[in-house]
């Protein structure tokens, strides 16, 4: 008689969890930013918030912490100086490159 297994309870993944320095920080958004995806990339500045602590992101970028999650969830047309405050805060940098 064989025995039924149950399956393990899932965790849902965080990529906050990951980003602990500022080498994944920046891996991680440039893997976002090559997606072309507005929702993707508002989402992934969330995570590394997250990561970095919302709270205090906000502190540094002068906004309400409520206005800075309204501001980085999908379907959110934050201004991009509110996208530059973030990323400044986060302690990442926007750069170009030729196509």
């Known amino acids: ?33 090559e997606a072309d995806d507005t929702d993707l990339l ?14 205090q992101v906000a502190k540094d970028t002068g906004l309400g912490r409520e206005s800075l999650y309204k501001a980085l969830s999908p379907g959110a047309k ?8 973030v990323t400044r805060a986060l302690g990442v940098r926007l750069t170009a490159q030729p196509a």
């Open 1 to 33: 008689m064989s025995t039924i297994r149950k399956p393990g309870k899932l965790v849902p993944f965080d990529a906050a969890r990951y980003l602990t320095d500022d080498a994944a920080v920046a891996d991680y958004l440039t893997a976002i930013l």
């Open 42 to 55: 508002l989402l992934a500045l969330a995570d590394v918030a997250r990561a970095r602590g919302m709270a």
């Open 78 to 85: 934050p201004r991009f100086d509110t996208i530059l405050k």
